[in-house]
């Protein structure tokens, strides 16, 4: 069995991705969280129960930033993989304290790639984020396109974190596969993402707040796609140094998935209409074909199914 590390492995992504690793019976997972206040860290807890009981799991409370407990763990187990998924998420807060988005981030990132060249690793996967892509005017966003429009701390970050990986990958030969995720959903979504947002406030009959107009467009992504394009990269042994888009390739209006959640919610939502905020793009929209080509990803829950799977989770099985 190979060993891997899934760093944030507690979290929305990553307990999904050790649901699929432990199903295949082929993988000692060691999941890495520090368990942080950003949300509840019930949730998370709540999200890996069924995981503690399996023999290949071990679980590592322990932080990213902290170098030292980092190089102990390292030193204690013979990693062949790392899946990076620990950050602190979110736009708008990254605008309130950029430094620790900065700590996390970036620092966290750094300190993964050092040991992944101290201990010899040779396959680093890290999650990164549409929000790379800023003000981009041209649509869909390839791979190809200049990603120094960034316009929210937190973008810039993620996009530091991917220099950081062709840095890495470069000098020391760690085959690096940077995963741009777009607007993921599902069941065990953060609260804070809209998705999960809006429906709490909806079911509970309190207004929402749409900012700006409700045109802007976002490419949601399903989970159970996210993790299919997440689980081909940990397998990819082509080029040394790699982006990807993950994402389904097709974008909703803001005030049409409100419609959507009404629908599903059986519920009208009460709307409360507020700016543009700083640090929003007006559209996010995945070109996916390189994946496609290089990973088979082949993502195929659009959202009107997808917005019915989420609800079913939410009024029966969330914690």
């Known amino acids: 069995m190979k060993n891997i590390l899934v760093t944030g492995g507690a979290g929305f992504i990553g307990s999904h991705l050790v649901d699929k690793l432990l199903a295949e019976n082929d993988w000692k997972v060691f999941a890495l969280d520090n368990f942080n206040e950003f949300y509840s860290p019930e949730i998370k807890r709540a999200n890996i129960a069924e995981h503690l009981q399996n023999p290949n799991y071990t679980l590592l409370e322990n932080d990213i930033c902290d170098a030292e407990s980092l190089q102990k ?115 065990r979504q953060r609260p804070d993402l809209a998705i999960h947002k809006f429906s709490k406030l909806i079911e509970g009959g309190k207004p929402i707040q749409m900012f700006g107009d409700g045109t802007t467009r976002r490419d949601y992504t399903f989970v159970d796609d996210i993790i299919q394009g997440v689980r081909a990269a940990i397998d990819y042994d082509k080029a040394n140094y790699e982006v990807f888009n993950l994402g389904e390739s097709q974008t909703i209006e803001l005030r049409e998935l409100i419609e959507v959640l009404e629908e599903n919610l059986g519920k009208k939502a009460i709307i409360e209409r507020k700016p543009m905020q ?21 993502p195929t829950t659009k959202i009107r199914e997808g917005i019915p799977k989420f609800v079913e989770w939410f009024l029966n099985g969330r914690q």
């Open 73 to 187: 763990i390292f030193a204690e187990n013979k990693f062949d993989v790392i899946v990076h998924l620990a950050a602190w998420a979110g736009v708008r807060p990254s605008l309130m304290n950029p430094k620790l988005y900065t700590q996390v981030n970036v620092n966290g990132t750094l300190n993964l790639l050092d040991l992944a060249k101290e201990f010899g690793i040779k396959q680093f996967v890290f999650g990164s984020s549409s929000s790379v892509y800023g003000i981009n005017s041209k649509i869909p966003f390839s791979e190809d396109d200049r990603i120094y429009q960034t316009i929210s701390p937190y973008a810039a970050t993620k996009a530091a974190g991917e220099f950081l990986c062709h840095t890495y990958s470069h000098l020391y030969d760690i085959r690096t596969i940077c995963l741009r995720f777009f607007t993921v959903y599902g069941s």
């Open 278 to 298: 700083p640090g929003d793009v007006p559209i996010t929209f995945a070109d996916i074909s390189k994946a496609k080509e290089l990973l088979g990803y082949n």
